[in-house]
């Protein structure tokens, strides 16, 4: 299997909605995203699968090393290796990545997150530095596009948060911060327990909430002259954009009713997503993410 290989079967096998909206690029947009997709999809397997610390730790530091053969021509992962041709041939930045280990090493570290401030922090090194390498790949000519990746990738990992509260819970995490959990009077052993309550139920639409004026604030922040080449971020925006009201639907119990979007829907509203935006661009009509 070749390293190429590899990453796809890593992007393709993980589910994710990312994969759907790398369908659309050109082929070395898509090989660097997958490139990128799957080395994020090996930390997070470390922070998420391996339960001794130690271990982990040490996994994670050998990505860390990866990372820098990768940037110096020497890696020795299939991961590596395609990192190393995406760097190639894509402006990336090698602090970007260390970022999103970083965030993984807050959620190996257990980290508590107390304040929005470290909600905020989580999320761009997980999410927005994911949004920026992204924009690399695509391409962009306004920098204010960067707002808009680190926007986008906030609602997004909201959007993940709010999604697999019930999941993370039994891992013992819990990234709605210490202060809003206690100011809605919502214990850690009310997620523990899956105890949604009123309060448990206005916790979470007060963070729906957030994502969705993280997604509209990101629209609003995307420069017109850069809304063709970043295409696939309004797809990916538009299949995460589309939990949001399949959880108010359920009343954000997830832990009686996980909420799931499948594979065909996801292709549905990328497909939808891309031809839309195919002609609206040129027109300069309004962004959608409802499809």
């Known amino acids: 299997m070749t390293p190429q290989e590899y990453c796809r079967q890593k992007t393709r096998g993980s589910g994710s909605s990312f994969f759907y909206a790398f369908l659309f690029l050109p082929e070395n947009q898509r090989r660097a995203m997958m490139a990128l997709y799957a080395f994020c999809r090996e930390v997070d397997d470390v922070a998420d699968n391996i339960r001794e610390q130690e271990v982990a730790l040490a996994k994670l530091a050998f990505w860390r090393e990866e990372l820098a053969r990768a940037f110096a ?80 990738g906030e609602a997004l990992q909201l959007t993940n948060i709010l999604r697999d509260v019930a999941e993370d819970a039994r891992l013992g995490r819990i990234y709605l911060p210490q202060e809003d959990r206690a100011r809605y009077r919502v214990s850690d052993q009310d997620f523990k327990n899956g105890h949604c309550s009123e309060a448990m139920q206005a916790l979470l639409r007060d963070y729906a909430q957030q994502a969705e004026s993280a997604y509209q604030r990101a629209l609003a922040s995307l420069p017109n002259e850069d809304r063709a080449s970043l295409r696939p971020s309004l797809v990916m925006a538009a299949i995460y954009h589309a939990y949001l009201p399949r959880l108010a639907a359920v009343q954000y119990d997830v832990w009686q009713h996980p909420v799931q979007i499948l594979p065909l829907r996801k292709i549905w509203i990328a497909w939808r997503c891309w031809r839309y935006e195919r002609r609206a661009a040129t027109r300069a009509q309004a962004i959608r993410l409802e499809f």
């Open 73 to 152: 021509d020497k890696p020795q992962h299939p991961v590596g290796r395609e990192l190393q041709w995406a760097k190639t041939h894509f402006s990336l930045d090698e602090e970007l990545l260390v970022e999103l280990l970083d965030g993984m090493l807050m959620d190996i570290n257990r980290q508590p997150i107390v304040k929005r401030a470290d909600l905020s922090l989580y999320c761009y090194r997980v999410a927005g530095v994911v949004g920026l390498m992204s924009i690399e790949v695509f391409g962009y000519q306004n920098r204010q596009s960067r707002q808009f990746a680190t926007l986008l």
